[in-house]
């Protein structure tokens, strides 16, 4: 009997090299979301930093351009932590897009893989019954020339 080959072979090599660049994407569009908040958490620092510097130089006195400086400073910080805000809500809906993705294409290779399998458990009970009949035949043909002599 001729080795086994899975006809669907061509498909689940496509599929999986599909499922791998899904995967890739996805790991990316991760890292792009975690460099967001490190990004986010780092303007946070710097902001109650300044923050801190600010109440601490109020109390020693300032002058009124350094506090329109300092505020204004403090102002632009926040309006950057609500624009990465939004930015880290953007990029995790493309992450959860992409899982979703990802998720469908796991589903597709592990569907074929099945079918292999199935398709290979079928092969080897054809092997089975093949290899079955030709010791039968083979047992039946010595009985009949030892019978036969």
Do not use: C, P, W
Not at 77 to 98: C, F, M, P, S, Y
């Amino acid at each position: 009997m001729k080795k086994f080959k899975f006809t669907l072979d061509k498909l689940k090599s496509f599929k999986e090299q599909v499922k791998k660049k899904e995967e890739n994407e996805l790991a990316a569009l991760r890292m792009r979301y975690h460099e967001l908040i490190a990004e986010r958490e780092a303007m946070e620092a710097e902001l109650e930093k300044k923050n801190k510097e600010f109440i601490e130089n109020s109390a020693k006195g300032m002058t009124a351009r350094e506090v329109v400086t300092a505020k204004g400073f403090i102002s632009y910080l926040i309006d950057g932590i609500k624009a990465k805000n939004k930015e880290i809500a953007a990029q995790n809906t493309k992450v959860q897009r992409q899982l979703h993705v990802v998720i469908e294409a796991t589903k597709e290779v592990t569907t074929l893989e099945k079918l292999e399998e199935k398709q290979l458990a079928e092969y080897k009970f054809k092997v089975a019954k093949a290899d079955e009949a030709f010791i039968e035949e083979y047992v039946n043909n010595r009985e009949h020339t030892g019978n036969n002599q």
